[in-house]
């Protein structure tokens, strides 16, 4: 049997999972492009929404306040980032599901959610199981479910591609070089979601940051 494959932490060491808020939110343009991720997600009252590798929780949030009527999930394979999830929530007096678990083979039945979302955690994974992922939100959706993701992108411009080195020197190359190819929708088409987009770019001080729509076939 082969051992299970670590799970990089949220800022790539454990130690440094306290900083993580507030060196997304400088380093990202974490408001902009997460209210831009949830505006063309379209969640509806009654939408059953799941948040993939949803950290500290912040998206899933989110997710809530801008629709009350919705049912979010987050999931999240790290007991402490979810500890920190969960606090973020009840300060925030909403409520939340928050799953430990791994997202490559998600405790939920086939057809559970109408959207799935998730921002800044497909470059934690390597090509491999970027596919296995894409194929279990895949499962998890309804027909016509959506996916909605947020995370590095093919660079914009020379500063950007520049600027993205620091998030390859942190996150690691085999995990981050399939998104400075700007590949991540042809994983999700071989994976069998439709209507695949890019919908957006956000420059930040990391680089470029790519907002993606596809469609459970
Ligand atoms: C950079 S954080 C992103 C958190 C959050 N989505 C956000 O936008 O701030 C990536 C998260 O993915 C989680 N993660 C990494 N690999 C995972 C896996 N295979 N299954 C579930 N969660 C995973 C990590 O624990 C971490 O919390």
Not at 78 to 99: C, Q
Request: hydrophobic fraction near 45%.
């Amino acid at each position: 049997m082969t051992a299970p494959e670590t799970i990089k932490p949220a800022l790539a060491y454990d130690w440094l999972t306290p900083f993580y808020d507030p060196v997304v939110r400088w380093t990202t343009r974490e408001r902009t492009f997460k209210s831009s991720l949830l505006a063309q997600a379209g969640i509806g009252a009654g939408h059953r929404v799941l948040d993939v590798g949803c950290g500290t929780g912040t998206l899933a949030l989110a997710a809530k306040q801008t629709c009350p009527g919705a049912a979010v999930t987050g999931l999240d394979a790290d007991p402490a980032v979810l500890a920190r999830a969960a606090r973020k929530i009840e300060a925030g007096g909403e409520i939340v599901r928050l799953v430990e678990g791994r997202a490559d083979s998600m405790p939920f039945a086939n057809g559970t959610f109408e959207r799935a979302i998730s921002s800044l955690f497909f470059h934690h994974l390597d090509r491999a199981a970027k596919q296995r992922v894409f194929r279990e939100i895949h499962r998890l959706l309804v027909p016509g479910g959506e996916l909605h993701v947020a995370d590095w992108g093919c660079p914009e411009n020379v500063a950007m591609s520049a600027a993205f080195l620091v998030v390859q020197l942190l996150d690691g190359f085999s995990t981050t070089a399939d998104h400075r190819r700007g590949l991540l929708p042809t994983l999700m088409q071989e994976a069998g979601f439709r209507e695949v987009e890019v919908t957006r770019h956000v420059n930040t001080p990391c680089g470029t940051l790519s907002l993606f729509r596809a469609v459970r076939a």
